[in-house]
């Protein structure tokens, strides 16, 4: 009896993780930060990801802190109203309130919200730490620990300006895609060091366009970073790239769907 009910659940893992990877829309656009901009959202916040859910992106980026006592939670700077989140504790954080009446998300909160529908991607970028390598590395580790507890590993693509830390999250689970955004290493250098794409900055792409085509060849993924300019995502569009982080996931939305 436990072998059935055990191969139940097992199958019942693999039909909800299989629905949720043939469901995700598949537009390019990646709100960054969420969708705020537009409605004048908090950044990073629920409300946030909902609006980029809601508006139909393919994906909704957002951002990893680790807390002194290794909470992580979902914020884009380093500090959170002037508290240095690093050497904070959670429950000092929360003394802090977010515009819209939210506390600061832990990535579990952001991660089971995400999970309530299998539309939009969720793009986590885990920041380097400020204080040491070694915590960059824990972070890309407890990230990815996070995200298997919870069983979003369908939602979750990973990006990350921290080598070491990316390497060291491939290296908590090798099928756990991450990006590379610090822009410092060519595709055959990620394509060899594990790495499922990159994230450049346009300026960066502007200079190496070869760049695309090269890791489309390898079998990478890839992106650029933030694109808020037309002309901007006129140029990558036609360069080819997979997919554009911006602020302004509406503007790509509608030119995306002009040029249908």
């Known amino acids: 009896m436990q072998?059935?009910?055990?191969?139940?659940?097992?199958?019942?893992?693999?039909?909800?993780?299989?629905?949720?990877?043939?469901s995700f829309i598949q537009n390019k656009v990646i709100a960054h930060r969420g969708a705020w901009k537009a409605q004048g959202l908090p950044q990073n916040s629920i409300a946030s990801l909902r609006e980029a859910i809601r508006l139909g992106t393919e994906g909704s980026e957002f951002d990893v802190w680790m807390t002194a006592d290794e909470v992580?939670?979902?914020n884009h700077d380093h500090e959170l109203q002037g508290m240095d989140i690093e050497t904070s504790t959670y429950e000092q954080l929360l003394t802090k309130t977010l515009s819209n009446g939210e506390k600061i998300?832990?990535?579990?909160?952001?991660?089971?919200?995400?999970?309530?529908?299998?539309?939009?991607?969720?793009?986590?970028?885990?920041?380097?730490?400020?204080?040491?390598?070694?915590?960059?590395?824990?972070?890309?580790?407890l990230a990815v620990k996070t995200v298997q507890e919870l069983g979003a590993q369908?939602?979750?693509?990973?990006?990350?300006?921290?080598?070491?830390?990316g390497l060291k999250a491939i290296a908590t689970d090798p099928k756990t895609k991450v990006a590379y955004l610090n822009g410092d290493k060519s595709p055959q250098q990620l394509k060899e060091a594990g790495f499922y794409g990159f994230d450049y900055h346009i300026s960066l792409l502007r200079r190496m366009p070869q760049w695309i085509a090269e890791?489309?060849?390898?079998?990478?993924?890839?992106?650029?970073?933030?694109?808020?300019l037309e002309e901007d995502m006129l140029w990558l569009l036609e360069?080819?790239?997979?997919?554009?982080?911006?602020?302004?996931?509406?503007?790509?939305l509608s030119l995306i769907q002009s040029k249908k």
């Open 215 to 228: 890791a489309k060849d390898l079998g990478l993924t890839t992106n650029s970073w933030t694109i808020n």
């Open 3 to 22: 072998n059935i009910i055990f191969f139940f659940l097992l199958m019942t893992i693999f039909t909800q993780t299989s629905l949720a990877q043939s």
């Open 72 to 74: 992580l939670v979902v």
């Open 154 to 165: 369908s939602w979750v693509e990973y990006i990350t300006f921290s080598y070491e830390g």
């Open 105 to 141: 998300p832990t990535l579990k909160a952001y991660l089971t919200e995400g999970k309530t529908q299998k539309s939009t991607k969720l793009i986590l970028e885990f920041k380097p730490s400020q204080i040491s390598v070694a915590r960059s590395e824990r972070v890309g580790e």
């Open 239 to 252: 360069q080819g790239i997979d997919f554009i982080t911006t602020d302004e996931p509406e503007k790509l």
